[in-house]
């Protein structure tokens, strides 16, 4: 058993999705998991279904957007994930991904001064997971019974002062997120933790159907065969127990060093493969 393995577009945020997709397609990819932003490609419709007819590559899961917003969409989180539910039923895609309510947001503004600028970042605390959490909680259930795609929460990062652990977001481990039906587990995320990627897994195994895989040195979205994390050990984990979800490869730019197009399309095809090699390592028992 392999779970298809596809590629998320925010692997290559810094490209134009045709772009994006073309390498997807060329470097073996099963699909693409569409990341949706404030550019136009990433929402309209007829658009996404042409890119997909001339990639010959489908568009499997959708990630609800969550930093930039698309126009002509209500920008409150609960009507940008009914917005890419009703996206992903259009497309064909068996998975939305979304994230839980932060615990605070960030208030940005750029200092000037002659010769020099820096950029100030404030963190304001949020009282409570607010609307999109009462949301989550209470009426997603109905909501995910009307509809075959499967809304699946995400686990975020967290960040550390010294040896103090901060958590930025609410629902945001094992216990709480195991109230979910269905859940995107990130292995990068679960690095910035300091915890077993494996046990982890396995607390909350039941309710994952969806992987965003990624390896962690310290910095996010590493190239698999680069960070701490047992991604060989996760994957063959992940087949011994038939799991049927999708394998989204969620990597940044710069660890693909997509700068270099020759070492930009080696990293994808070494990336699949390490997949293929370890989603495949039971078959041969």
Not at 32 to 51: I, Q
Request: glycine share 4%; proline share 7%.
């Amino acid at each position: 058993m392999t779970s298809p393995i596809i590629l998320s577009t925010g692997s290559l945020f810094n490209f134009d999705l045709d772009t994006a997709m073309a390498l997807a397609a060329e470097t073996g990819f099963d699909g693409v998991e569409l990341m949706v932003d404030w550019r136009r490609e990433t929402h309209h419709l007829a658009h996404l279904e042409k890119l997909m007819a001339r990639h010959n590559l489908p568009i499997l899961a959708v990630h609800s957007p969550f930093a930039s917003f698309p126009p002509g969409w209500k920008h409150d989180p609960v009507s940008l994930i009914q917005h890419s539910v009703r996206l992903a039923e259009s497309l064909g895609a068996q998975t939305v991904v979304v994230h839980p309510p932060a615990r605070w947001v960030r208030l940005q503004s750029v200092v000037l001064a002659p010769q020099r600028h820096w950029k100030l970042s404030i963190p304001i605390p949020v009282a409570g997971p607010g609307a999109l959490g009462r949301w989550l909680q209470q009426e997603l259930p109905h909501f995910q019974a009307q509809t075959a795609v499967k809304i699946a929460v995400e686990n975020m990062p967290r960040r550390w002062l010294g040896p103090w652990q901060l958590e930025p977001y609410h629902f945001n481990n094992a216990r709480q997120l195991n109230q979910f039906q269905h859940l995107t587990l990130d292995t990068t995320h679960v690095g910035t933790w300091r915890a077993d990627l494996l046990e982890f897994y396995r607390q909350i195994k039941p309710q994952v159907a969806h992987i965003h895989l990624s390896n962690f040195n310290g910095h996010e979205h590493q190239l698999l065969y680069n960070g701490s994390l047992p991604l060989a050990a996760f994957l063959a984990e992940l087949t011994k127990d038939q799991f049927a979800g999708l394998v989204s490869l969620e990597l940044g730019p710069t660890s693909l060093q997509a700068e270099d197009e020759v070492r930009l399309r080696k990293n994808l095809r070494d990336s699949l493969a390490f997949c293929q090699k370890a989603l495949t390592l039971l078959d041969s028992y």
